[in-house]
């Protein structure tokens, strides 16, 4: 594979996943609920994956039941509630916001890996904590009048999309020392699966989903944003540096933003855009590091 052909396998990859509120939004249109609708990407996302891997990776099923739970982790601590958090915040606000407080993640998991992988806090860290700190302070209205544009309740979710998120990362890289990326990708969504299943009443809502354009948009959200999309992804950044990739994949809040801004007509002040604009800052700052200290890759699904 050339250079090239990875790097736009990780952009394509990268913004599919920009793609999740075009679906999201529009199983809203016809009744689920924000539970029922991570139910829906965990359940078929799992399908797709799991047929994949049954036909062209059937090695990569192989596991050892003693790490379950970093599947539990990954699959349902990670994924579920920081799926249900963001499309929360989607149905209670618009999507712009929902990503913006989304990017929050990065700062938790450089936190979170000082405290449990000792890794460093530097100087380049800590500038992009506080320029995310001060964007997200743009985008939510703290800033600059002090007047929040959305409920402490919606707020707090939406730190917490960020929170759940970032448990990926560090779930996904106790895992990566003995799985690759597809398998933990799959067994979290197999563990996903499980849980949403006793849990959201899916069931009950299976004359809605048999429903054509329903099945239609169930289908995109788990093949286009979050089968194809962690396959691409993760093809391209196997012939480039996790740093970089980690720069290409900021075109996915961008992409998401978009989707907002045309089809769902979500209105950003000056001021939330100047706040979105630290968020992009923030996410450079800490994906570009210096050669010598550049870690090695990790599941590369740290996000969706």
Not at 131 to 155: E, K, M, Q, R, Y
Request: glycine share 6%.
């Amino acid at each position: 594979m050339s250079l090239k052909l990875a790097y736009s396998l990780a952009i394509i990859g990268a913004a599919l996943w920009g793609l999740v509120g075009l679906f999201v939004q529009n199983l809203y249109a016809h009744g689920l609920t924000a539970w029922q609708v991570v139910a829906v990407r965990s359940f078929f996302s799992m399908l797709l994956l799991l047929s994949y891997l049954l036909i062209w990776k059937r090695q990569a099923l192989r596991i050892k039941w003693r790490h379950l739970p970093y599947f539990i982790g990954t699959g349902v601590i990670s994924f579920v509630f920081f799926n249900w958090c963001f499309f929360k915040v989607i149905e209670q606000t618009n999507l712009s916001l929902a990503v913006m407080l989304l990017y929050t993640g990065p700062l938790f998991v450089t936190l979170i890996s000082r405290f449990l992988f000792k890794e460093w806090l530097t100087t380049r860290k800590v500038a992009a904590i506080i320029v995310t700190l001060l964007g997200c302070s743009f985008v939510v209205g703290l800033l600059p009048n002090g007047s929040i544009v959305l409920t402490a309740s919606t707020l707090l979710i939406g730190i917490g999309s960020g929170f759940f998120y970032a448990l990926y990362s560090i779930f996904a890289k106790l895992s990566s020392r003995y799985y690759q990326p597809l398998t933990i990708t799959v067994y979290s969504f197999i563990c996903s699966t499980v849980f949403l299943f006793f849990s959201s009443n899916l069931m009950e809502t299976l004359p809605l989903l048999l429903q054509w354009d329903v099945m239609l948009n169930s289908l995109g959200l788990a093949f286009f944003s979050t089968t194809l999309a962690y396959i691409l992804y993760t093809k391209g950044l196997s012939q480039i540096e996790s740093s970089r990739a980690a720069i290409l994949s900021t075109i996915e809040p961008v992409i998401a933003i978009c989707v907002g801004f045309f089809f769902f007509h979500d209105e950003l002040t000056l001021w939330q855009w100047s706040g979105v604009l630290l968020v992009f800052v923030s996410m450079f700052l800490v994906a570009e590091t210096s050669r010598s200290t550049r870690e090695g890759r990790s599941s590369p699904l740290q996000r969706k």
